[in-house]
Nanobody, 125 residues
Framework: QVQLVESGGGSVQAGGSLRLSCAAS????????MGWFRQAPGKEREAVAA????????YYADSMKGRFTISRDSGKNTVYLQMNSLKPEDTAMYYC??????????????????WGQGTQVTVSP
């Protein structure tokens, strides 16, 4: 059964931190990659980070490097996104994605087979 449930979103002031969680079913978590994307109103969905759930590979969008950290807990089938030094432009709905298709880029939204419902992050100036 495919299940992705995001949590941890909320409202913070600029410079603050949040940690998002994506709890997956064991089947979904074990597939290959899980990623975080975000989408602001009127904008396209953009990649934030991805992690290989069977190993150590991680990937980040250039604008998130140094501020965001993706990690995983295989015992809990959960992927996290630690977000520090948040900026108002980080305001968006954040989505968890799973199972990257063969040959797809990690940062392509179309490359993932499964999605969560999203969690809202709002950063005020």
């Amino acid at each position: 059964q495919v299940q992705l449930v995001e949590s941890g979103g909320g409202s913070v002031q600029a410079g603050g931190s949040l940690r998002l969680s994506c709890a997956a079913s064991k089947y979904t978590y074990s597939r290959n990659y899980m990623g975080w994307f975000r989408q602001a109103p009127g904008k396209e969905r953009e990649a934030v980070a991805a992690i290989y759930t069977r190993g150590v590979f991680t990937y980040y969008a250039d604008s998130m490097k140094g501020r965001f950290t993706i990690s995983r807990d295989s015992g809990k089938n959960t992927v996290y996104l630690q977000m520090n030094s948040l900026k108002p432009e980080d305001t968006a709905m954040y989505y968890c994605a799973a199972e990257l298709q063969n040959g797809a880029r990690w940062d392509s939204p179309k490359g993932y087979n499964y999605w969560g419902q999203g969690t809202q992050v709002t950063v005020s100036p």
